[in-house]
Nanobody
Framework: QVQLVESGGGLVQAGGSLRLSCAAS????????MDWYRQAPGKQRELVAS???????NYADSVKGRFTISRDNAKNTVYLQMNSLKAEDTAVYYC??????????????WGQGTQVTVSS
């Protein structure tokens, strides 16, 4: 059984910062990519940032220069530091991880989501 648990969401004023965390636990053999997605009301879920096991990163154009993704492999945790937040960043943020639970088995797991609300 693998779980992803997110934390760190909340209400912040425009221009402020938040740091999201997502910790994976359970029968984990290894973790490949770890990603952050978000879904605003009435919109499709979109990829915000991703990080490989080797710490290579990729960002959506809308968050480049403002958000930073990082991971702590010893803690099986991924972080999203969000600075200069805008009202349009308001969404439920989800973490996703490609987790190998054995030599032959790997699949994507999702967290439960954490609400980020930016007031203008």
């Amino acid at each position: 059984q693998v779980q992803l648990v997110e934390s760190g969401g909340g209400l912040v004023q425009a221009g402020g910062s938040l740091r999201l965390s997502c910790a994976a636990s359970g029968s984990i053999f290894s973790i490949n990519n770890m990603d952050w997605y978000r879904q605003a009301p009435g919109k499709q879920r979109e990829l915000v940032a991703s990080i490989t096991s080797g710490a290579s990163t990729n960002y959506a154009d809308s968050v480049k220069g403002r958000f930073t993704i990082s991971r702590d492999n010893a803690k099986n945790t991924v972080y999203l530091q969000m600075n200069s937040l805008k009202a349009e960043d308001t969404a439920v943020y989800y973490c996703n991880a490609r987790i190998r639970t054995s030599l032959l088995t790997s699949r994507d797991y999702w967290g439960q989501g954490t609400q980020v609300t930016v007031s203008s």
